[in-house]
Each structure stands twice: as C-alpha cells, then as structure tokens.
C-alpha cells in the first residue's frame, strides 16, 4: 500500500537551518507529483508548492521562494523539504504528500513538527 | 489565487443525524473535460488529512457510503446521511484546479 513516512520533530534555534524527508513507498516514486503543505499553529492548511518527480523541477508556492527548497533522491524514493536561516513563523507542521491521478494529493506523510525557539 | 470558502465553522452534529458542509470557490472549478476540480479531506485530531471526495463527488477506496460530495461550478457540498463518533474532525475542501492549491479555512465537525 502507498506509504509517506516523514523524518521526526525537530526543535531549532532562530537562523538554523532544517531538512524534512518523505520516503515513499508502494507505488512508482516518479510517477506522481509530490507535493509539501504547511499547517502553522491555530492556522488551516497551506500548500506550499510542489516538485516534479521526473524531472527534480521544483514549483514554489508565493511566500515559500528563497528560504524553502524541495529536492529528490529518486534511488531511495525520498524527497525533501530543507528551510534556511528558520524564523519563528516557520514554527508548523509540515506534509509531504503524493500527487492524485487529476492532481491534487491523494496519500500524506504523518507529518514533521518543526519548532524554532531561542 | 483561487479563494475558497467553507461553511459552517464549526459544526455540532448528534450522532445518527445527517450533516452538511458547504465550500464555494471565487472561480468556476468546472475544467473543459468535464470534471470540477474539488477534493474533500478531512483531519482527525492528530493525524494528517485523508483525502474523502476526489473530482468533487468521486469517494476514494474505503471511504464509506454514507459521505458523498456533489455541486459544480463555484459551489459544493459535503454531505454525511448519518454521522457517526469516528466522524469527527475538521473537514477542508481544496480545488485542484491551478496552482497554487487552495482550501477552504475547515469546517470542524463536533459530534455530541
């Protein structure tokens, strides 16, 4: 069965730095889409953007430009989410998830806190 | 962007009753081939969303009966015949239109 599976929580200081990583499974890794969506504290979901499996072309969403970048180890089926010089308001969880056959997502990781406190 | 609206926020529902929870998008979702481009989620407490209602009224494998999506256009709908306690949670739409995705705010079903 197709399963996302999503590295821990993560607690870091101001100005570090984070890599998230989705490893897949149960289906062809380069097959679909795999998307990134942010859930900050109290907030609703917020897609983030979203990075071709074929080609390792990533699409940002406005607001995630700069700081975020999305990348692909295709041997191992993973993908990742790595967040530069972090701020508090990057305090969230955050999902990968697969692209649906008519886009969209169809299957989440469980999701990765990331805590940025002094 | 493409800005979705849900309604209502929250929801109490007693067991057994129906519910319903609607989304309207500032753009027609209706793609030439046909399709709306409206998925349902929905996210329990501590875990992440599972994708319910694909194309706006397709239920995904293992979704049971009782929840169906319709509508078309700029305006949906969640619809539950008779809830029951495992239903509970908040329910998002979000079109899949164009980029960037978009969902509607939540609406969180309680049940009583």
């Known amino acids: 069965q197709v399963q996302l599976v999503q590295s821990g929580s993560e607690l870091k200081k101001p100005g570090a730095s984070v890599t998230v990583s989705c490893e897949a499974s149960g289906y062809t890794f380069t097959a679909y889409a795999l998307n990134w969506v942010r859930r900050a504290p109290g907030q609703g979901l917020e897609w983030m953007g979203w990075i071709n499996t074929k080609t390792g072309n990533p699409t940002y969403a406005q607001g995630f430009t700069g700081r975020f970048v999305f990348s692909l180890d295709t041997s191992v089926s993973t993908a990742y989410l790595h967040i530069n010089s972090l701020e508090a308001e990057d305090s969230a969880i955050y999902y990968c998830?697969?692209?649906?056959?008519?886009?969209?997502?169809?299957?989440w990781g469980q999701g990765t806190m990331v805590a940025v406190s002094s | 962007d493409i800005v979705m609206t849900q309604s209502p926020l929250p929801l109490p529902v007693t067991p057994g009753e129906p519910a319903s929870i609607s989304c309207r998008s500032s753009q027609s979702l209706l793609h030439s081939n046909g399709y709306n481009y409206l998925d349902w989620y929905l996210q329990k407490p501590g875990q992440s969303p599972q994708l319910l209602i694909y194309?706006?009224?397709n239920r995904t494998s293992g979704v049971p009966d009782r929840f169906s999506g319709s509508g078309s256009g700029t305006d949906f709908t969640l619809k539950i015949s008779k809830v029951e306690a495992e239903d509970a949670g908040t329910y998002y739409c979000?079109?899949?239109?164009?980029?960037?995705?978009?969902f509607g705010g939540g609406t969180k079903l309680e049940v009583k």
């Open positions: 194309l706006a009224s």
């Open positions: 979000m079109q899949c239109l164009q980029t960037p995705l978009t």
């Open positions: 998830a697969k692209g649906g056959r008519y886009g969209g997502t169809s299957h």
